[in-house]
């Protein structure tokens, strides 16, 4: 499985980013995909994380502010972020969950300015 993110930047305090992270290889049509991210000297945490059936988990952080989506026909996972703030910032890096393994994105950086 090789995952693919794109969509990073930089943003203005309370502006909006979208991040796309497409999937390919061996996927399953049961999984669970999301979006991570990793600040320095921080450990990389949840952001949102979405079944196939389109269930959804959000970090505290994220309620309110994040929308996770997915194509299941296209394997990608979106997060629209919202009302951005620079805490956000952070590498922000895509998951693919099946079975027991997980298979990570290159990871994407999110810079939000104030």
């Known amino acids: 499985v090789q995952l693919q993110a794109s969509g990073g930047g930089v943003v203005q305090a309370g502006g909006s980013l979208r991040l796309s992270c497409a999937a390919s290889?061996?996927?399953?049509?049961?999984?669970?995909m999301g979006w991570y991210r990793q600040a320095p000297g921080n450990q990389r945490t949840l952001v949102a994380m979405?079944?196939?059936?389109?269930?959804?988990v959000y970090a505290d952080s994220a309620k309110g502010r994040f929308a996770i989506s997915r194509d299941n026909a296209k394997n990608t996972v979106y997060l629209q972020m919202n009302v951005v703030k620079p805490e956000d910032t952070a590498v922000y890096y895509c998951?693919?969950?099946?079975?027991?393994?997980?298979?990570w994105g290159q990871g994407t950086l999110v810079t939000v300015s104030s």
């Open positions: 998951n693919v969950r099946q079975l027991t393994k997980d298979y």
């Open positions: 979405i079944t196939s059936s389109g269930g959804t």
């Open positions: 290889g061996s996927i399953f049509s049961i999984n669970v």
